[in-house]
């Protein structure tokens, strides 16, 4: 018979008593929510704690100052933090692929690339993502919300992010480079995945067979495989498809799109394949 023991339970925590079926009595503890308030500004709904650093991006004095650059924190942990930008410091490592991160909150969600963990949960679909921001960034497309808009072209965005990702295309500015052979990408996530094509490093990893990828995109297609799943259906006959890349070729044959066309001959093909099949015909 175990000896009960005492341990004090954190203040946001209630104890609870529940009964099953048989009478039984079972004893547990469940975290209670934390009171929540709404910004005055913007409407944003946070916790007492998040909303004090909150009020700090509408204008609020940032008291630390980066010596390098023109940003201000709340916070000397902040700056801590982002001062690692400038130096180069990465002092946060992945055991698993050695990969290093400025922040740990980077190396925990790397992590999961590697364990396929994905804890958010969207509500409306039950899509599951590895971060609450990516999270954040679905949902809009079940609220259709973009609240961002492009000063150059006007196109709207879902988050302030996207813009700036998206001037880019207007400035031409690529100021991510590979240090290796030097190409230039827009994008941080484009040049990761470049540098892989460099260190063959394959993240992704399927738990049914233990077949690696460069792309969370392919383990996803190659896990349809293992499922049967094909959740891509054609809206004109219903035929379903694993990987939406077929799906597109399959549309061709009711829309009698072939948007390959030959230099030589003008003959127009539906797919690639068949199209360098055919100027392999001219060269020989």
Known sequence: ????????????WNHHVSVDNSGHQHSHTVARSRS???????????NAGSMRYHMHIHGAELPYNCTFCPKRFMRPYDLDNHMRFHSGDKPHVCSVCGMKFVLLGGLRRHTRTH???????????????????????????????????????????SNNSHVKVHMRTHLDEKPYSCSLCSRTFAQSCLLTVHMRTHTNERPFCCTVCGDRFKLAEHRKRHMYTHTGEQPHSCTVCSRKF???????????IHTGEKPYE????????????????????HTG
């Open 115 to 157: 364990t396929g963990e994905r804890p958010c949960s969207c509500h409306d679909c039950g899509q599951r993502f590895a971060c609450s921001s990516t999270l954040r960034r679905h949902m809009n497309i079940h609220t259709g919300e973009r609240p961002c808009v492009c000063n150059i072209c006007g196109k709207k965005f």
């Open 36 to 46: 929540r308030e709404n910004c005055t500004i913007c409407g944003q709904t946070l």
């Open 242 to 252: 694993a990987n939406p890349a077929n799906l597109t070729l399959h549309m061709r």
């Open 1 to 12: 018979m175990c000896t009960p023991h005492s341990t004090t339970q954190p203040s946001n």
């Open 262 to 281: 030959c230099d030589v001959c003008g003959r127009k093909f539906a797919n690639a394949s068949n199209f360098k099949l055919h100027k392999r015909s």
